[in-house]
């Protein structure tokens, strides 16, 4: 049996529901289940985000692997698509999959070293750069949600949140990210994103030294992939070079780039409202940059 932390049951009931806290009470028999399944002997205390709970364990081979498990859901079925894809190229590889659970097997990495470890943040984005380079090289598989699809969720969203919106300036600044989403909307691009790259989601590995975890894959332009960098350790004095070096190693056009990195700040901001939290300074703070205002 294994022990589920409180917290990571507290936010699962509270992101999730009764499906949170259905998948919290039928944690242990999962975690039974699979181990047995894959034999695999844990090595220590389940670790833990929002989203997943993981184990760290042994094969029957002695080496060693991270049983991963999660809420199934529109974000996370695409990872384990996302990681056959990638085939270990640049992000954790995946090792075995159950699709009706969606219980991943992965690779271990070591989860006490991430980039967010390094005194040198320039150094981290260019290595965080370098990994997302090599991740948006590649077309999605089919079947994936796209960024298409997200857009036209965003726009339909957009009125009547926009009426909740109490402050004039910050909903000018939500009025105006969506109006430069627009712009770019009819290229939404069909590379395969990892949505959530930032630097506690690239950790050391032994085959390369840093890989990428936890994707949230979706198909569209490597432009929207930049917004977790940008707002990393937040200050505002760095979104601009921050934005100067992932445009370059990623070889993008950076008007579009900075489109898409608006539509970011609109689906964050939306979000905001739709659960009825206050907006998010640092997002309006980047967004009022990329928008000149």
């Not at 990571?8 to 009470?25: S, T």
């Not at 985000?49 to 809420?71: E, F, I, N, T, Y």
């Not at 937040?234 to 190693?249: C, E, K, N, P, Q």
Request: hydrophobic share 45%; proline share 6%.
């Amino acid at each position: 049996m294994i022990d589920v932390p409180e917290e990571f049951a507290a936010a699962q009931v509270k992101h999730n529901g009764d499906a949170g806290r259905a998948f919290i009470e039928q944690l242990p028999v999962q975690a039974q289940e699979f181990t047995e399944r894959w034999e695999l002997r844990v090595t220590g205390p389940a670790m833990h985000g929002v989203a997943a709970l993981v184990l760290p364990v042994v094969r029957a081979d002695g080496s060693r692997a991270a049983l991963k498990m999660q809420v199934l859901d529109a974000e996370s079925e695409g990872e384990p698509v996302a990681l056959r894809r990638w085939d270990g190229d640049g992000a954790v590889r995946l090792l075995a999959h159950d699709e009706p659970t969606n219980t991943l097997l992965l690779e271990r990495l070591d989860e006490t070293r991430h980039l967010s470890g390094l005194d040198d943040s320039r150094e981290a984005v260019r290595l965080l750069a370098e990994l997302l380079a090599r991740l948006t090289a590649v077309p999605a598989p089919p079947g994936l949600r796209t960024l298409g699809d997200e857009v036209r969720g965003m726009q339909e969203r957009l009125p009547s949140a926009l009426a909740r919106v109490a402050d004039p300036d910050a909903r000018a600044v939500i009025a105006d990210c969506a109006a430069a989403v627009r712009e770019v909307a009819d290229e939404p691009g069909d590379r395969l994103l990892h949505w959530d790259l930032h630097y506690d989601n690239v950790l050391a590995g032994d085959r390369e030294p840093w890989l990428a975890i936890d994707p949230k894959p979706l198909a569209g332009d490597p432009g929207f992939d930049l917004m977790p960098a940008l707002a990393n350790d937040f200050a505002l004095s760095g979104v601009r070079w921050r934005f100067d070096l992932m445009t370059g190693t990623l070889g993008l056009d950076r008007e579009r780039a900075a489109a898409w990195t608006l539509g970011r700040a609109l689906q964050n901001l939306l979000w905001n409202v739709a659960d009825e939290d206050p907006l998010d300074e640092e997002q309006l703070a980047i967004a009022r940059l990329f928008l000149g205002r």
